[in-house]
């Protein structure tokens, strides 16, 4: 496929916005064949393995009054109070096991790692930025080994960056959970076949496990107390599977449920009273949660499914709510009940089994937080025309926005997320400028004249919209700077030249843009008032659409230098340029997130043009739209 040509204005809105744009496939030089990985390899972390020895302290067994009860059927009651912060789990939806996050809600489902490996078991760390997880990744046969896997514990932030090996013990390590100071984990170890388990402290700073209860028996799914004083863990001591608690150095082990089933993965309620577990009616399918009080008193059956699978309870981090998964869908699903086990209510419904819920600490502070709040617009020729379309940051529930001219491009969001600047085709010798709501809403022209105005950008305080314009059966445009309120316009760059593509810096003091101006088409940057003109790149390929990183640092790009187009990055002062994307389809039109974290970019490498979505440094390549038509032009909604 020839996916590199010379970028010529007529070409670069009526093929990118129009239905020309099936040209992209025969013009120009030939692609090379760089395959993009899916993800970064992380840095490999091996700690020490130590022999597996541990004393048991004395059980004293507390004897509890077992009163199961009926769970509440849903009702119509108002809904039930939702938890801040994000849900982390993982899912087998794209065919391996990867982690995802979402919205309490279920909505915004996104993943975070992308490898071809099973990724499980998530756990916040207690600030909401790190999460712990076991993968098979180092196995020799990843994804086939079950059950013979051999597992390790990873570290990664909670954007999916920076994946590291936090074990590699002679068996597998599963089931990470953190200490409420941050300082430690504790995790299950033992052999590959899980004949045996054992009970481990991880302590971050030197990374060397210990062993905390290790002996002839099965010890797993250890949970520490909000306080850290204690220890919740499930284990066969007393011949089925039972709830114990101990003291945090493995002191005073006592009993504290035995449902006559086998119980399973203890979760501490934030104020340290309760337990929620699941038990298990061997060889049945019917799995119940309960909770109890950690005395052992008023045992209660939540969910009281026959034949239904439900476990893994988690709390959210204020008590009011316990998610979990569960086969009631005849899928497994993420599931979400009051602490009574009213209103359960599905979050998740995917093809895909989804697993392992955990909500998101709330304690986490603004700048350390996901951001996946917000919208995404985008061009797409789904219905036949291109039409402006919004869709969530996670791909879901595109909305058509325009319908009512001939062909509409290049959406731009005004800094508060309220409105859209757009081009609307109205004829082959006329393109205007427009402005609607965010909803699609009483939209307005913006630009006369008969020109061919394109490519709008809205500056950082909202008072002006920068366009470039020019006759369309012309090669020379100017970038042009007018009020949102209309008016008259005013040329920036007046140069016998094709400028284009112009982007305002997160400071409203400069504008970079395209320019064919010395001969090849390259970035430059200028004052805001169109003065101090300077190039930022001088390579033989073509640069095009320029876009400011929010900090102001960096300048994401696509260029053909590589062969093909690739998305690009540098500094705002053009030093320290990097090839983010390399692969052998063209990728077009990077865009950031209002966060930084990540870049939407357009690309043909699963056929047609679709929109996609990376991490700011190239990795966790994912794709956003699915659809028979071209999507492409995405530009993330800011964040009041």
Same mark, same amino acid.
């Given at each position: 496929?020839?996916?590199?040509?010379?970028?010529?204005?007529?070409?670069?809105?009526?093929?990118?916005?129009?239905?020309?744009?099936?040209?992209?496939?025969?013009?120009?030089?030939?692609?090379?064949?760089?395959? %993009? &990985?899916?993800?970064?390899?992380?840095?490999?972390?091996?700690?020490?393995?130590?022999?597996?020895?541990?004393?048991?302290?004395?059980?004293?067994?507390?004897?509890?009054?077992?009163?199961?009860?009926?769970?509440?059927?849903?009702?119509?009651?108002? &809904?039930?109070?939702?938890?801040?912060?994000?849900?982390?789990? @993982?899912?087998?939806?794209?065919?391996?096991?990867?982690?995802?996050?979402?919205?309490?809600? *279920?909505?915004?489902? !996104?993943?975070?790692?992308?490898?071809?490996?099973?990724?499980?078991?998530?756990?916040?760390?207690?600030?909401?930025?790190?999460?712990?997880?076991?993968?098979?990744?180092?196995?020799?046969?990843?994804?086939?080994?079950?059950?013979?896997?051999? @597992?390790? %514990?990873?570290?990664?932030?909670?954007?999916?960056?920076?994946?590291?090996?936090?074990?590699?013990?002679?068996?597998?390590?599963?089931?990470?959970?953190?200490?409420?100071?941050?300082?430690?984990?504790?995790?299950?170890? *033992?052999?590959?076949?899980?004949?045996?388990?054992?009970?481990?402290?991880?302590?971050?700073?030197? !990374?060397?496990?210990?062993?905390?209860?290790?002996?002839?028996?099965?010890?797993?799914?250890?949970?520490?107390?909000?306080?850290?004083?204690?220890?919740?863990?499930?284990?066969?001591?007393?011949?089925?599977?039972?709830?114990?608690?101990?003291?945090?150095?493995?002191?005073?082990? /006592?009993?504290?449920?035995?449902?006559?089933?086998?119980?399973?993965? &203890?979760?501490?309620?934030?104020?340290?009273?309760?337990?929620?577990?699941?038990?298990?009616?061997?060889?049945?399918?019917?799995?119940?949660?309960?909770?109890?009080?950690?005395?052992?008193?008023?045992?209660?059956?939540?969910?009281?499914?026959?034949?239904?699978?439900?476990?893994?309870?988690?709390?959210?981090?204020?008590?009011?709510?316990?998610?979990?998964?569960?086969?009631?869908?005849?899928?497994?699903?993420?599931?979400?009940?009051?602490?009574?086990?009213?209103?359960?209510?599905?979050?998740?419904?995917?093809?895909?089994?989804?697993?392992?819920?955990? +909500?998101?600490?709330?304690?986490?502070?603004?700048?350390?937080?996901?951001?996946?709040?917000?919208?995404? $617009?985008?061009?797409?020729?789904?219905?036949?025309?291109?039409?402006?379309?919004?869709?969530?940051?996670?791909?879901?529930?595109?909305? =058509?926005?325009?319908?009512?001219?001939?062909?509409?491009?290049?959406?731009? +969001?005004?800094?508060?997320?309220?409105?859209?600047?757009?081009?609307?085709?109205?004829?082959?010798?006329?393109?205007?400028?427009?402005?609607?709501?965010?909803?699609?809403?009483?939209? /307005?022209? #913006?630009?006369?004249?008969?020109?061919?105005?394109? $490519?709008?950008?809205?500056?950082?305080?909202?008072?002006?919209?920068?366009?470039?314009?020019?006759?369309?059966?012309?090669? #020379? !445009?100017?970038?042009?700077?007018?009020?949102?309120?209309?008016?008259?316009?005013?040329?920036?760059?007046?140069?016998?030249?094709?400028?284009?593509?112009?982007?305002?810096?997160?400071?409203?003091?400069?504008?970079?843009?395209?320019?064919?101006?010395?001969?090849?088409?390259? #970035?430059?940057?200028?004052?805001?008032?169109?003065?101090?003109?300077?190039?930022?790149?001088?390579?033989?390929?073509?640069?095009?659409?320029?876009?400011?990183?929010?900090? *102001?640092?960096?300048?994401?790009?696509?260029?053909? !230098?590589?062969?093909?187009?690739?998305?690009?990055?540098?500094?705002?002062?053009?030093?320290?340029?990097?090839?983010?994307?390399?692969?052998?389809?063209?990728?077009?039109?990077?865009?950031?997130? &209002?966060?930084? =974290?990540?870049?939407?970019?357009?690309?043909?490498?699963? *056929?047609?043009?679709?929109?996609?979505?990376?991490?700011?440094?190239?990795?966790?390549?994912? /794709?956003?739209?699915?659809?028979?038509?071209?999507?492409?032009?995405?530009?993330?909604?800011?964040?009041?």
């Amino acid at each position: 496929m020839n996916t590199s040509m010379k970028m010529q204005p007529k070409w670069l809105y009526t093929v990118l916005s129009i239905a020309i744009i099936l040209l992209l496939v025969g013009c120009g030089k030939a692609a090379t064949s760089t395959p %993009l &990985p899916s993800a970064t390899e992380p840095p490999v972390t091996t700690a020490n393995p130590v022999p597996a020895t541990a004393t048991l302290a004395a059980v004293t067994e507390l004897s509890p009054t077992v009163t199961p009860t009926s769970s509440p059927a849903p009702t119509s009651l108002p &809904p039930a109070q939702t938890s801040a912060g994000l849900v982390v789990f @993982y899912s087998e939806r794209d065919g391996d096991a990867d982690i995802y996050l979402m919205n309490p809600d *279920g909505s915004q489902q !996104r993943p975070i790692t992308a490898n071809e490996v099973d990724d499980m078991a998530p756990s916040w760390s207690p600030d909401g930025k790190l999460i712990a997880f076991e993968s098979d990744r180092d196995d020799p046969n990843p994804r086939a080994c079950f059950p013979s896997c051999n @597992y390790n %514990l990873y570290l990664m932030n909670a954007d999916g960056s920076d994946q590291r090996r936090l074990t590699d013990l002679p068996g597998a390590e599963w089931h990470a959970n953190w200490s409420p100071d941050g300082k430690s984990l504790l995790f299950t170890a *033992g052999d590959i076949g899980y004949q045996s388990m054992g009970i481990y402290l991880l302590y971050l700073e030197n !990374r060397e496990p210990q062993p905390l209860l290790v002996d002839e028996f099965e010890n797993d799914a250890a949970d520490w107390s909000p306080d850290g004083t204690q220890i919740a863990f499930s284990s066969n001591r007393e011949g089925g599977r039972d709830i114990f608690i101990m003291n945090a150095d493995g002191s005073d082990m /006592r009993k504290v449920v035995d449902t006559g089933l086998d119980d399973y993965f &203890p979760d501490w309620s934030p104020d340290g009273t309760q337990l929620a577990f699941f038990a298990a009616d061997w060889p049945s399918t019917r799995q119940d949660i309960y909770t109890v009080i950690i005395d052992g008193s008023n045992l209660v059956n939540l969910t009281n499914t026959p034949n239904i699978v439900d476990e893994d309870p988690t709390w959210s981090p204020d008590g009011s709510q316990i998610i979990f998964q569960t086969d009631r869908d005849r899928n497994f699903e993420i599931y979400m009940m009051n602490p009574d086990g009213s209103q359960p209510e599905n979050l998740t419904s995917h093809p895909g089994r989804d697993y392992w819920p955990e +909500w998101q600490p709330t304690e986490v502070t603004a700048d350390s937080a996901i951001q996946v709040q917000g919208k995404i $617009a985008f061009v797409s020729m789904r219905d036949g025309n291109g039409e402006i379309y919004v869709m969530n940051i996670d791909g879901s529930d595109p909305q =058509r926005l325009t319908n009512y001219r001939q062909w509409d491009g290049f959406p731009d +969001w005004s800094p508060d997320g309220s409105q859209i600047a757009y081009y609307s085709y109205l004829s082959s010798e006329h393109w205007v400028i427009m402005i609607m709501n965010a909803d699609g809403s009483h939209p /307005r022209q #913006l630009t006369e004249g008969e020109s061919c105005d394109g $490519a709008p950008h809205w500056s950082p305080d909202g008072a002006w919209i920068t366009y470039d314009s020019g006759s369309c059966n012309g090669d #020379l !445009r100017d970038i042009f700077i007018i009020s949102v309120e209309g008016g008259e316009a005013r040329n920036l760059s007046n140069n016998p030249a094709d400028d284009m593509l112009a982007a305002w810096s997160p400071d409203s003091s400069q504008i970079v843009f395209t320019s064919n101006r010395d001969g090849n088409y390259e #970035l430059y940057i200028m004052d805001a008032d169109g003065n101090n003109v300077r190039r930022l790149t001088n390579d033989p390929a073509e640069e095009h659409a320029p876009a400011w990183s929010p900090d *102001g640092s960096q300048i994401a790009f696509y260029s053909n !230098r590589d062969g093909n187009e690739e998305i690009y990055v540098m500094n705002a002062d053009g030093s320290n340029t990097r090839n983010l994307t390399k692969h052998e389809a063209a990728d077009w039109f990077p865009r950031w997130s &209002p966060d930084g =974290r990540q870049i939407t970019f357009s690309s043909r490498r699963d *056929g047609n043009l679709e929109i996609y979505v990376m991490n700011a440094d190239g990795s966790d390549v994912r /794709r956003l739209t699915d659809s028979a038509g071209d999507d492409f032009n995405s530009v993330w909604q800011p964040q009041s």
